[in-house]
C-alpha cells in the first residue's frame, strides 16, 4: 500500500481512497501493526468487514455447544480461546455498563478507532439491525475503550 500511495504521488496516478481490512475486538494485529499508521497518515477511509467476527462479538457463541446455533457457527471455533473469552468478559462488563449488547459495544469501539470510518456488519432480524443501530449511539469513555483494548490486546 505504502508504495502504490508514492508512486500516486510521484506520478499523479489515482490513489487508493480507501481501504477494506479485516478489523475487530479480535482480529486487530494485522491491521493495527501494518497499515492502520498508513491509512491515517494519508486520510485512507477504513471500511472494516467482519466487525463483528462472524458473529462472534455478538456474544451468541461462547462455547463449543453454541457452534451449531447457525450455519457459519464452525467458523467460530477459532475464537473461542483464552483471548476470546477475556474480550467476551469485557464486552459484557461493558455492555451491563452502557445497558446495551455485546455487538453494539463491539461495533462502538470500532467507531470510536481515529483509523475507522465505517464498520460492515450484517443483520438476519431487526432485533439484530436494532441493535447495531444503537452502536452509532453509544460514546465509549476513555475508559471502557481501555477495558476493551487491554481485553483485546495483541502484544
Same mark, same amino acid.
Given at each position: 500500500? #505504502? ?6 504521488? #510521484? ?10 481490512? =479485516?478489523?475487530?475486538?479480535?482480529? !486487530?494485529?494485522?491491521?493495527? #501493526? ?10 485512507? &477511509? ?13 456474544? #451468541?457463541? !461462547?462455547? =463449543? ?9 464452525? &467458523?467460530? !471455533?477459532?475464537?473461542?480461546? =483464552?483471548? &476470546? ?9 461493558? %455492555? ?6 455485546? *455487538?453494539?459495544?463491539?461495533? %462502538? ?6 483509523? *475507522?470510518? %465505517?464498520?460492515?456488519?450484517? %443483520? ?21 475503550? &481501555? ?7 495483541? =502484544?
Amino acid at each position: 500500500m #505504502k508504495d502504490s500511495i508514492e508512486a500516486s504521488n #510521484k506520478h499523479g496516478y489515482p490513489r487508493y481512497q480507501s481501504f477494506q481490512p =479485516e478489523y475487530n475486538l479480535y482480529a !486487530r494485529q494485522g491491521f493495527e #501493526k501494518e497499515q492502520e499508521a498508513i491509512c491515517l497518515e494519508n486520510h485512507i &477511509g477504513v471500511i472494516t468487514y467482519y466487525s463483528l467476527a462472524s458473529g462472534f462479538l455478538t456474544g #451468541k457463541y !461462547r462455547s =463449543e455447544a453454541d457452534l451449531h446455533k447457525s450455519a457459519r457457527g464452525e &467458523g467460530i !471455533r477459532k475464537y473461542l480461546d =483464552e483471548r &476470546g473469552y477475556k474480550i467476551l468478559s469485557a464486552l459484557d462488563e461493558v %455492555a451491563t455498563q452502557y445497558k446495551s449488547t455485546p *455487538a453494539a459495544v463491539s461495533l %462502538a469501539w470500532l467507531l470510536a478507532r481515529p483509523s *475507522a470510518t %465505517a464498520p460492515i456488519a450484517s %443483520a438476519t432480524s431487526i432485533t439484530q439491525l436494532n441493535d447495531l443501530v444503537k452502536a452509532t449511539e453509544l460514546q465509549l469513555s476513555n475508559e471502557t475503550i &481501555g477495558i476493551l483494548d487491554k481485553a483485546s490486546a495483541w =502484544e
